[in-house]
């Protein structure tokens, strides 16, 4: 009879009846006591948490039959399900040579994970502090320090072999895991970062597009068999500017410190592996969850919201600006007239260091728990929550930051007018200066209000002192008045 109707009229609404019945019975039989809805969400977590799962290894020694416990992303070594002849019987294996590379521009976490293959719930762990990367993976945890810095990352991969388990001798586990590695890729990555400080007059994205250029012609050499560039001498004189860092899965002699060095190392790579890919290592691994072979294993009761997860990363990637931002400013010549702003500027870095800390510690001892249903997804929330309430307001410690920059480009307009004066930076300089020209009259113009207290420096004090008395982030201090001195 729905077909008579006349808004009835495509599969996608097919789709919509279809769902509109099922949900349906399935609110009636809980309504009439035949299924909790209690239940019907256990049973819902049974079937994503039954699901094999793809993670990166991230230079962590996997091997097949190993247990791996995914609440807090950590292997269990030392212990498997089967003996070393079982394992090695029952397992086979598969060529899959295949190499790859890419140009990297952004510096941010999430682009780093993309290039590693990480998923959110794994990048979640790496920013909480629960894993503990190697190998190529160090790549993570490589930032810029400073914004004026041009940075463009060669990324290459090669995988070589699959191995598998077969599932005819699996058995129960023991409890203490929730997964057991049944395949791995091997292969080997390797990041090689380029970076150069820019200038005041220099353009930043330029060189940058220039460079993204000349890195892209690296992987031609191995295919042509070249062992080094042709560049123009506006190149060459580009390229030397650079330095160069190198992350990979493979054991150099030296490791590359500039743009030539790179392009020999790149040429290299491929024979690193050595014979039969005995130099291969754990690349990508797959897990099947424990509780397929035992019921009372344990288990994945939920998943974290990637929405919470992208919004902890974005705290980290903000903490990272901000170091960047205090780098900057430290690194001027004009602070080294005026010790109290230098004073000041590193106080604020110092404090937000120990804010991302405790940030971190809060992430790596409630993930584990979320995940294993120990406690509520909204408790990480309510930690999001609490720190944008906090005087580590995203937009309030900008708003320091920036007030701080034009205060500084205002020393600096008075430093280039009074070029010829000499600037003192202490007391102690200024009653030496006075002293020597003692038989002079000396005029000084002095800025009195750059050593003043500042409420909201002491705002965050207050606030880390408060946390130091807490459990975790959770149980932080309620929402605080924030008073900002506001430059003019």
């Known amino acids: 009879c729905l077909l008579d109707f006349g808004w009835f009229k495509g599969p996608s609404c097919c789709l919509c009846v279809l769902l509109w019945v099922v949900f349906t019975l399935i609110g009636c039989n809980i309504a009439h006591g035949y299924v909790s809805a209690a239940e019907f969400r256990t049973e819902t977590m049974k079937t994503t948490s039954s699901k094999p799962l793809e993670v990166a290894a991230l230079g962590r020694p996997f091997q097949l039959g190993m247990l791996y416990d995914y609440r807090d992303d950590c292997l269990i070594p030392g212990i498997t399900l089967w003996d070393r002849e079982d394992l090695q019987q029952d397992t086979y294996e598969i060529m899959q040579p295949k190499t790859d590379f890419d140009v990297i521009v952004s510096d941010s976490v999430e682009v780093k994970a993309w290039a590693l293959d990480v998923d959110a719930s794994l990048k979640a762990s790496f920013i909480g502090g629960l894993v503990e990367v190697d190998g190529s993976a160090k790549y993570l945890k490589d930032t810029k320090a400073s914004k004026k810095q041009s940075r463009v990352t060669l990324k290459y991969k090669r995988t070589t072999k699959f191995m598998q388990l077969s599932m005819s001798h699996l058995g129960r586990g023991n409890g203490i895991a929730t997964h057991v590695v049944t395949a791995v890729l091997y292969g080997a990555q390797a990041f090689f970062v380029f970076d150069r400080e820019v200038s005041e007059t220099e353009d930043q994205q330029n060189i940058e597009g220039n460079l993204q250029v000349m890195i892209k012609k690296i992987p031609k050499l191995s295919i042509e068999g070249g062992a080094s560039l042709k560049l123009t001498d506006t190149e060459e004189a580009t390229v030397e500017k650079f330095s160069c860092k190198f992350y990979g899965d493979f054991a150099l002699e030296q490791n590359p410190v500039s743009?030539?060095?790179?392009?020999?190392?790149?040429?290299?790579?491929?024979?690193?592996?050595?014979?039969?890919?005995?130099?291969?290592?754990?690349?990508?691994?797959?897990?099947?969850?424990?509780?397929?072979?035992?019921?009372?294993?344990?288990?994945?009761?939920?998943?974290?919201?990637?929405?919470?997860?992208?919004?902890?990363?974005?705290?980290?990637?903000?903490?990272?600006?901000?170091?960047?931002?205090?780098?900057?400013?430290?690194?001027?010549?004009v602070i080294s007239y005026f010790p109290d702003v230098r004073k000041k500027v590193k106080s604020f870095k110092n404090m937000c260091l120990e804010y991302k800390s405790v940030f971190q510690r809060s992430l790596s001892s409630i993930l584990p728990s979320i995940r294993g249903g120990g406690t509520e997804e909204c408790v990480l929330a309510n930690i999001l929550t609490k720190k944008e309430q906090s005087p580590f307001n995203s937009n309030k410690l900008k708003e320091w930051l920036d007030c701080k920059e034009e205060e500084i480009n205002l020393l600096q307009v008075y430093t280039d007018m009074m070029e010829d004066m000499k600037i003192v930076a202490s007391n102690s300089e200024l009653q030496s200066e006075i002293f020597k020209n003692r038989d002079k009259n000396v005029v000084c113009f002095a800025l009195t209000s750059l050593g003043e207290e500042e409420p909201y420096l002491s705002c965050l004090a207050n606030h880390l002192k408060a946390l130091s008395t807490a459990k975790d982030l959770y149980s932080a201090p309620e929402k605080e008045q924030i008073s900002m001195w506001i430059f003019i």
């Open 259 to 333: 743009f030539q060095d790179a392009v020999n190392v790149y040429t290299t790579l491929p024979g690193l592996l050595g014979e039969n890919w005995k130099n291969a290592v754990p690349v990508r691994v797959w897990l099947l969850p424990l509780e397929i072979l035992d019921s009372s294993a344990a288990r994945i009761v939920r998943q974290i919201s990637v929405r919470l997860i992208n919004q902890s990363q974005s705290v980290i990637d903000h903490f990272t600006e901000i170091e960047m931002q205090c780098n900057d400013i430290t690194k001027r010549k």
